[in-house]
């Protein structure tokens, strides 16, 4: 098991559900991340939280939406997925005040939207 | 063009083989560079870590950075069946937590 622990480990939801993963980190570290993995593509990092706030703007539809209560938790709330939207979900932490550290990932939501 | 280029694979050697890993890529800018393993069905496992050029061992794995050519190596010594994964890249530019990753190289270290 690594530090980082991410809740499902398998999803199912139709196009009008709404869900949440869930991310838990152990190692005292001050950063969080969402990255998308797809089939033959590179991770796409999605959203960064560092000390709780929100930093690095990337492009990502609002029907994906985090939340960060407090350094050791990271949500991703989803509604309205669509298809495409099918993928491994992965939630990885950092050490360290800044950026430039090394990144520790959970072992990711295999996602399926049906 | 993307970022960062490599080879998806599949790589198979004999056990005990040397491996050799890269990923090329384009922004001058990067200064982080990590290599990651992962299983199928799990997520990544960090391997390496380093800042600039330069060489980094630990264990079997060894890892190169050359700015100048813009690639990244990663060096498995005594291949083992149980290193049959995929091998990430990732790298990053300072003052930035984005890390862009390589498209990854499965590797099989066949016994």
């Known amino acids: 098991e690594t530090g980082v622990t991410q809740t499902p480990r398998h999803l199912v939801m139709g196009m009008t559900n709404k869900k949440s993963l869930k991310c838990e980190q152990h190692l005292g570290h001050n950063a969080m991340y969402w990255y998308k993995q797809s089939a033959k593509k590179p991770l796409e990092l999605m959203f960064v939280?560092?000390?709780?706030?929100?930093?690095e703007n990337n492009s990502v539809p609002s029907r994906f939406s985090p939340e960060c209560p407090n350094s050791s938790h990271l949500f991703l709330h989803l509604h309205t997925l669509q298809p495409e939207d099918s993928a491994l979900y992965l939630c990885a932490s950092s050490p360290g005040q800044g950026p430039n550290t090394e990144a520790f990932f959970g072992q990711g939501t295999r996602l399926t939207v049906v | 063009q993307k970022e960062v280029e490599q080879d998806p694979g599949p790589l198979s050697v004999p056990e005990g083989a040397i491996v050799s890993l890269i990923c090329t890529y384009i922004?001058?800018?990067?200064?982080?560079f990590m290599w990651y393993r992962q299983y199928s069905r799990k997520g990544p496992e960090l391997l390496m870590y380093?800042?600039?050029?330069g060489n980094k061992e630990d264990g079997r794995f060894t890892a190169q950075v050359d700015k100048s050519s813009k690639y990244i190596s990663l060096f498995i010594r005594d291949s083992q069946p149980s290193d049959s994964a995929t091998y990430l890249c990732a790298m990053s530019a300072s003052g930035t937590y984005k890390y862009i990753f390589g498209t990854g190289t499965r590797l099989k270290v066949l016994a």
């Open positions: 380093t800042y600039s050029s």
């Open positions: 939280y560092s000390l709780e706030e929100r930093v």
């Open positions: 922004n001058i800018a990067f200064l982080y």
